[in-house]
């Protein structure tokens, strides 16, 4: 696609309940990353992904979070048990080699 | 791990007034980028500058990678160019990036 498609948008879950966000990055950018921002943390680095692999996982604040790519393409970011602490706005960017990121619109978690 | 300080934290502009944003880091860098997040939230890279001067338009950005530090440079500025101006590194041997508070810059018609 021509940006970086986030979704949903929108998330509002119950506490310890699990969330899937997904990321659709440029056609064609190998690299992706995960970041989350929040107003106490700024941003805060997550996972990359090069092709299906993570070599850096890592910003991962804790084991209920886990992430996947698959086919070199879209890519799903997984909260388990949610806590009130995961509410962040969480961006997906991609880059193909040395070039700049291209961020997402985000998806604003709030966890109730 | 690498710092990155940004200054200054706030700035407030007249129509048509320059600035100049600054951001110093820590340690060596193989990467260094300008993002611009507007009122909406969203992240729009403006330069990708591990060193060197790059411009587009209004805007212009030097890296001094010897010295660790870059500038962003708005010229003519408009109020379009409101928001928060993020400067962001990634240390040697890293993929990812390190990012700066930011400065939050306002522009008053």
């Known amino acids: 696609g021509a940006g970086v498609s986030q979704s949903p948008s929108n998330k509002v879950t119950e506490k310890g309940k699990d969330v899937e966000l997904r990321c659709d990055p440029i056609s064609g950018h190998t690299a992706l990353y995960w970041y989350r921002q929040s107003l106490g943390q700024g941003l805060e680095f997550l996972i990359y992904?090069?092709?299906?692999?993570?070599?850096?996982k890592s910003g991962l604040p804790s084991d209920r979070f886990s992430a996947e790519r698959t086919g070199g393409s879209v890519s799903t970011l997984t909260i388990q048990r949610t806590q009130q602490e995961d509410s962040a706005v969480y961006l997906c960017?991609?880059?193909?080699?040395?070039?700049?990121?291209?961020f997402g619109s985000g998806t604003r978690l709030t966890v109730v | 791990g690498i710092q990155v300080e940004q200054s200054p934290p706030d700035l407030i502009l007249q129509e048509g007034a320059n600035s100049t944003l600054r951001c110093n880091f820590s340690?060596?860098?193989?990467?260094l980028q300008w993002f611009h997040q507007n009122p909406w939230g969203q992240l729009i890279n403006l330069f990708y500058i591990p060193s060197g001067t790059k411009q587009n338009g209004r805007l212009s950005a030097t890296t001094v990678a010897t010295e660790r530090y870059s500038l962003l440079y708005i010229s003519s500025s408009q109020t379009t160019d409101s928001g928060v101006y993020f400067c962001a590194v990634s240390p040697g041997g890293s993929e990812k990036l390190v990012f700066g508070k930011g400065t939050k810059l306002t522009v008053n018609p």
């Open positions: 992904f090069q092709g299906n692999s993570a070599p850096d």
């Open positions: 340690d060596s860098v193989n990467n």
């Open positions: 960017a991609s880059s193909f080699r040395a070039y700049g990121y291209t």
